[in-house]
């Protein structure tokens, strides 16, 4: 018997941080831009490497 | 209107630092992306910029002296056209509504996936518990499905109250109760030790429906997001001449009657006024649909909206602005849509016969149990409430806005925007279909005549010189000829053409008859240049507006689609006519002005019809506004597209016809699942009078019908085709 209310409060546990979670970065607003967000993963932040000066160093 | 939101620094950014938040159009993948955000942070004391692709957005850091008008010319040097965003439009509204149903929706998928692990080891296991447990986790389901059911059941208890208060019991008010019922039955059932909890129904109601709303809401948005208003076409800057002959600028809602203002090339008229120096022409496509180019000379009125195409000219502003005809067709445009708002979404009508038909049931199968068969208050009040829970319209609450996100995402594939929630609903409705032809039926922009007949040498060399040039004719030359060289020592002189001269010394002109020398009749005013080079014979070049490839096709379609065809264009009777002969339309009528248009739709209205109004121009807005449905070209004025419940990209017209299409599949979808749940409904509620109904049996009832009717709006994949 405590073996099962050890399990259910371990469940309840488990959901609540998932959902606090998902409400977090909900309200850090990660889901404003989904359309933009799934563009922004093709895009390169970084200036292109100079691969000339890498050679000298 | 539109106004400058300046939020103070926050604690991140530097003290002085501003926020300018603009709005961007056309911006649609991460080319645009990185070309606005990297072409902003180059701006000098630009710190950051950011773009949200789904509203169109950007959030523009600075330095204390920065000049949002820079930020809005460095974007139209980038090829996009922004305006400052203005607070009081809120999109953000929009936003907190779709994050707040969202939290509804994380909120009752937790209770939904906690509540029915416990309620089903209740009903399954109940033998090989003891009275104990039995007990703990029937609260321990109590404790979770009370707190999720309530909040994520908030967006509809206020809706339901808000009803009621309007005096009108709307959907909301049977979910409300039971929800509401649900949890009350549970706790007694809990109580009194029985198996009859609906706690696990408590959850899944508000969660099934809540996926509906969001799917809603997110149609909804799509619709807003294009947040343009007629408004943004006033919120331009002028030039206006002082008293000492020095040039100020100023808001165009700030010229007063009787104010000097300069033009020049490229800019648009925001006010009505007089010519009073200069000469120049003039692109009234937007306003009256007219192609050809309009010569203005001093003297000339001319209205709000024109474009200013080669020479500067000063105008005395006539009118103030609220007197515009640009103001004027705003004023129009507010009377339609308030027609429109008349319109009852079948979801409404359909709620208008369920809710009394189940409430009146509930209370009956009460009353008949309790007093004619005598058993008791308690048995009563169940079988009473378990009707309630039963036919709770999960299905119907998924019907519409399922088969609207596929039929949205169909059409969206097809670059056709579905731009107001119940388009596609109106749309299925439409028996006449009424096209402007400028824009519309047309591609709306000069194309070169008999390509073929033309040597390709003369071509190319004259395609040099007009490489140079903005003029309409002069890029419809270098479209025609491709890619290739540019006369670099080229200079254009306005309102006459461009002279260019080769390194041997020879002379090569480009623009007017008269200016290239050539002698001849005038072929249709603005539709002709002139290419000579040296003392050889001048070669000429013939331009129209031609029609879209696929019109006549597209006409061809909606006809067999049972639609009435015609036009209703400002242009010229011969152009109309001759467009209207090319793609087979008997009905046509010509040189119509905006009040004209919408009293002929206000004819047709009166006649029993439903129109499709299709159209682009300023002149259409209004018009736009009035149709039982409207869609527009992507190519459209803001003003017009806003007014637009479609809007299609691309020269291909036959989108308007597939739109009509998907929309009769959709709404064939969406009535199957009004008869579906209605079939569904019809078993239920004999079972629930009968007192058959147990808990496992309500929820099992509520998952499948809410699963058959998402699956039958997936359909409309395999059906669509024309």
Known sequence: MPGLGLII???????LGGLAAFIWALKSGQYDDLEGASWRILIDEDPPVDTQRHRRE | MVALTFSPSAADRPAHAVRIELLVRGARCANCLTKIESGLRAVRGVTDARLNLTTGKLVVDAEAPADPQTMIGRLAELGYEAWLFDPAKAISGREQEGRALLVCLAVSGFGVAFVVGLTDALWYGARDMGPATRLMISWLAALVASPTALYAGSPFFASAIRSIRAGRANMDVPISLAILFSLGLSYYETFRGGRHTYFDAAVMLPFLLLIGRYLDFLVRRKASSAAADIVAMQAVQVRRLREDGTLETVWARDVRPG?????????????????????????????????????????????????VLDRPIMIRAGKPLEDSLVARIGRLIEA??????????????????????????????????????????????????????????????????????????????RGVLVKSGDGLERLAEADVAVFDKTGTLTEGRPRLL???????????????????????????????????????????????????????????????????????????????????????????????????????????????????????????????????????????TAAVNPVEKTEHLKRLRAAGRKVLMVGDGLNDAAALALAHVSMSPGTALDATQANADFVFQGASLLPVAQAVAASRTARR???????????????????????????????????????????NALRQHLQDRI
């Open chain 1, 9 to 15: 409060l371990a469940a309840l546990l488990l959901g």
């Open chain 2, 259 to 307: 104010d000097r203002i300069l033009f020049s090339a490229g800019e648009r008229v925001p006010v009505d006024g007089d010519v009073v120096e200069g000469e120049t022409s003039l692109d009234v496509s937007l306003l009256t649909g007219e192609t050809a180019a309009h010569l203005a000379r001093a003297g000339e009125r001319i209205e709000a909206g024109a474009i």
């Open chain 2, 336 to 413: 339609g849509q308030q027609a429109r708002n008349r319109y009852v979404r079948l979801a409404d009508r359909a709620a208008a016969i369920y809710v009394p038909l189940v409430h009146g049931l509930a209370l009956a199968v009460f009353l008949v149990w309790f007093i004619v068969l005598h058993a008791g208050l308690a048995v009563a009040l169940r079988n009473g409430i378990s009707l309630l829970i039963v036919t709770c319209p999960c299905a119907l609450g998924l019907a519409v806005p399922a088969v609207q996100v596929v039929a949205t995402g169909l059409l969206f594939r």
């Open chain 2, 450 to 588: 008999d390509a073929a007949a033309i040597a390709d040498v003369t071509l190319q060399r004259a395609a040099r010189l007009a490489r140079v040039s903005h003029h309409p004719l002069a890029v419809a030359l270098a479209e025609a000829a491709g890619a290739g060289p540019v006369s670099l020592g080229a200079r254009e002189i306005p309102g006459s053409g461009i002279e260019a001269v080769e390194p041997n010394g020879t002379r090569c002109l480009l623009g007017h008859a008269t200016f290239v020398g050539a002698e001849s009749p005038p072929f249709e005013t603005g539709s002709e240049i002139w290419y000579r080079e040296g003392d050889c014979p001048p070669a000429r070049f013939a331009f129209a507006d031609q029609l879209r490839p696929d019109a006549a096709e597209t006409m061809q379609a909606l006809k067999r689609l049972g639609l009435k065809v015609e036009i209703v264009s400002g242009d010229r009777r011969e152009t109309v006519a001759r467009a209207a002969n090319a793609t087979a339309i008997e009905d046509w």
């Open chain 2, 669 to 711: 979808r969406m009535l199957e699942n009004f008869g579906f749940a209605a079939a569904y409904n019809a078993v239920a509620i004999p079972l629930a009078a009968l007192g058959l109904v147990t808990p496992l049996i309500a929820s099992i009832a509520m998952a499948s019908s809410s699963l058959i009717v998402t699956l």
